[in-house]
């Protein structure tokens, strides 16, 4: 059990610039969730998949913002033409169906400037 | 609506001190889970426990210890003399059915145990 990975870290773009997080989850889960985090807030709901299949997003979550997980293993989420308010902590969590308990990463740390 | 209050932003005690983190929340399901979370300065959010709807005994791992109450809806965590390692951000959550396989955060607690 190697934890769930996330990169980059830490990411610095500019506003309008089109940024791309990578998640690996624990090798067995089989779902995968992305959550927001943002200073003094709790992490925030943004989409799972189960497998490969995305099976729920957040009504917060803009056109701009687009996940894929093509293999069921690894996610990507992409943000198309960044804004400043999308900056933020971007948490990865996986899980097993029928446990209910994630794992989260460490996060991607997001601004825009 | 599925809600998830923590009141104290933050909390400072002097090491060896107990100290209690409130959690109270908001479901109309019957059947939910209700987790705390602990987020050191790393930022990597680690599990500490999970409570089932059903299971209202309390429990306790070590110097953590969790009161479950249906009555008045919530799942306080106690952390019996603390330590300077137990400083870091805690949340409370839920899941229930009608969230599917979100789960919902409170705002979290700030706990500094000072040395």
């Known amino acids: 059990d190697t934890g769930v990975s996330q990169n980059p870290r830490h990411k610095i773009t500019k506003r309008g610039q089109n940024v791309t997080f990578r998640c690996d989850p624990i090798?067995?889960?089989?779902?995968l969730y992305w959550y927001r985090q943002t200073l003094g807030q709790g992490p925030e709901f943004l989409t799972y998949?189960?497998?490969?299949?995305?099976?729920?997003k957040s009504r917060l979550l803009s056109d701009r913002f687009s996940a894929e997980r093509p293999k069921g293993s690894f996610s990507t989420l992409e943000i198309q033409r960044t804004e400043q308010g999308d900056s933020a902590m971007y948490l990865c969590?996986?899980?097993?169906?029928?446990?209910?308990?994630?794992?989260f990463g460490s996060g991607t740390q997001l601004s825009v400037l | 609506a599925q809600k998830v209050t923590q009141a104290q932003t933050e909390i400072s005690v002097v090491e060896k001190e107990d100290v209690t983190l409130d959690c109270v929340y908001e479901?109309?399901?019957?059947?939910?889970?209700l987790f705390w979370y602990k987020q050191p300065p790393s930022g990597e959010l680690v599990f500490l426990i999970r409570?089932?709807?059903?299971?209202?005994q309390n429990e306790i791992s070590g110097r953590y210890s969790w009161n479950f109450q249906k009555s008045t809806s919530s799942f306080n965590f106690t952390i019996t003399a603390s330590q300077v390692v137990d400083s870091a951000v805690y949340f409370c959550?839920?899941?229930?059915?009608?969230?599917?396989?979100?789960?919902?955060f409170g705002t979290g607690t700030s706990l500094t145990v000072i040395p």
């Open positions: 998949f189960q497998n490969e299949a995305q099976l729920e």
């Open positions: 409570r089932n709807s059903f299971d209202e």
């Open positions: 969590a996986s899980s097993l169906v029928g446990v209910e308990k994630l794992f």
């Open positions: 959550a839920l899941s229930d059915e009608n969230t599917g396989n979100q789960f919902y």
């Open positions: 479901t109309r399901d019957t059947t939910y889970y």
């Open positions: 090798s067995e889960h089989n779902r």
